[in-house]
């Protein structure tokens, strides 16, 4: 225990379906990417036995002791994400103080001349901030210290800066932009496909292979900016801190030859070199395993390191995208992945396994 707070972990409990229950770890918000992956990578403690297992009872976590100036840790927070994590953090923290102070919505929006929807979705970080604004709501929050609104007030203007990203305005949907932002800012990212390899995990021209095919009349400039794209979320991967990264892959992916038998076996050998990544854990579903949790389609889980950020399910869709972070829709799309990381073959096994399908291209 440290700070007089103790934060309690939870295991799921899952049926194999051989008369046998495993308990799979899910790990509390303040604990650290590597801790979560290092309880689950190998083969030994991926899955665990409930009875006699510690994993299979409450453990306690503790969490750091609270800061006396959130407005700091706020600042002092990494600019990873550009614009979106800012405005999210930045929205967390006026929606704290308006309800200390008992506040409703419908107040705060006729402080700054604007709608209760208006605060909303300031709060919720979906749109940018003006600095007039913030510092009419600061005032109407009771927070007149200069030292104090200084803080808040940098960070609004920051958080109107433009991603990396933002010279591709015109070729990316703004719904996706937002997922730039929180990829760029997350410190896990839990992904399962069951059509194409990931975008972090794509080779150049398997890159190209998926956007002509989702963009077939797009020209090649357009279809090299997409794929440069691709390249510049997956540089992150490559240098010092780089986030944790758990795919789940299902058989098909590696299966389905896009791109052509060289394009293809290109990518599989690429895919073999990041499992041995220390950062990386990949998975494949194989046939065998037959129907399983996350028959309904893909999706990614991210978790930050800011305690501030809760985790966000990212569900992509063909015109547009949802973003999904209330506790039982993550809890949900949690135990999934959970499911699938038991169904799968185990991470030791996955170069074995995609070595065995370039010998059958």
């Not at 046998?20 to 665990?48: D, H, W």
């Not at 600019?79 to 200390?100: D, K, M, S």
């Not at 999934?336 to 170069?351: E, F, V």
Request: net charge neutral.
């Amino acid at each position: 225990m440290t700070g007089g707070t103790t934060v309690r972990s939870r295991t799921a409990t899952v049926s194999t379906g051989h008369g046998l229950e495993y308990a799979f770890f899910i790990p509390p918000k303040n604990m650290s990417a590597s801790s979560n992956i290092g309880r689950c990578r190998s083969a030994s403690v991926q899955t665990r036995r409930l009875a006699g297992d510690p994993l299979s009872q409450d453990s306690a976590v503790p969490t750091p002791p609270a800061e006396d100036d959130p407005a700091g840790r706020l600042i002092d927070y990494p600019r990873r994400g550009g614009p979106t994590v800012l405005r999210i953090l930045l929205g967390a923290q006026l929606r704290r103080l308006r309800e200390e102070r008992g506040i409703s919505t419908e107040q705060a929006g006729y402080e700054i001349r604007g709608s209760h929807s208006k605060i909303s979705r300031m709060e919720l970080g979906r749109v940018g901030f003006k600095e007039r604004d913030v510092a009419d709501l600061l005032t109407l929050y009771g927070v007149t210290d200069p030292a104090e609104r200084a803080p808040l007030l940098r960070l609004a203007k920051e958080a109107n800066n433009p991603g990396w990203w933002h010279q591709y305005g015109d070729i990316l949907p703004s719904w996706f932009e937002v997922y730039l932002g929180l990829e760029e800012a997350a410190s896990l990212l839990r992904t399962y496909e069951l059509q194409f390899v990931p975008g972090l995990m794509q080779t150049e021209d398997y890159a190209r292979a998926v956007v002509r095919l989702g963009y077939s009349d797009a020209s090649e400039e357009e279809v090299e900016r997409r794929v440069q794209i691709r390249t510049m979320r997956q540089e992150r991967f490559t240098s010092p801190g780089a986030p944790t990264l758990w795919a789940v892959l299902d058989e098909a992916v590696v299966r389905r030859p896009l791109g052509g038998r060289q394009v293809m076996r290109a990518q599989i050998e690429h895919l073999i070199e990041m499992s041995e990544l220390a950062h990386v854990t990949l998975q494949i579903v194989p046939f065998g395993a037959g129907g399983h949790a996350a028959a309904g389609g893909p999706f990614t889980i991210l978790r930050f390191a800011e305690p501030g950020l809760s985790d966000v399910v990212y569900l992509e869709q063909l015109t547009s995208a949802l973003y999904l972070d209330k506790p039982t829709d993550v809890d949900t799309y949690m135990r999934a992945m959970n499911n699938l990381c038991i169904t799968a073959a185990r991470p030791d096994d996955t170069a074995k396994f995609l070595n065995g399908v370039l010998k059958d291209l």
